[in-house]
């Protein structure tokens, strides 16, 4: 997955926006006006993502490029490192289940 790919799938979602509420290189996705997903737009490819802390802790530990969310909550995002060691098809359900988690608080 490259930035387009992961944008175009972000901006798949329902209610999705886009936004740089930090930098103009940090972009952030959101749904019902909160993030889901984000990225810096340079340097290598990761994205940040809501997860249930168990499972954050497990994917952790099975993968890597699984890593505590960098600049997050710790226990309640993870940050993957897009380097081809996730495939696509895992990111695109890891980036779904952080919707459907922050779409539901909302």
Known sequence: MNIEELREFCLSLPETSEHFPFDETTLVFKVKGKMFALTDLVGPLSVNVKCDPELAVELREKYPAVKPGY?????HWNTVEIDGSVSDVLLREWITMSYTLVKKKS
């Open 71 to 75: 600049h997050m909550n710790k226990k």
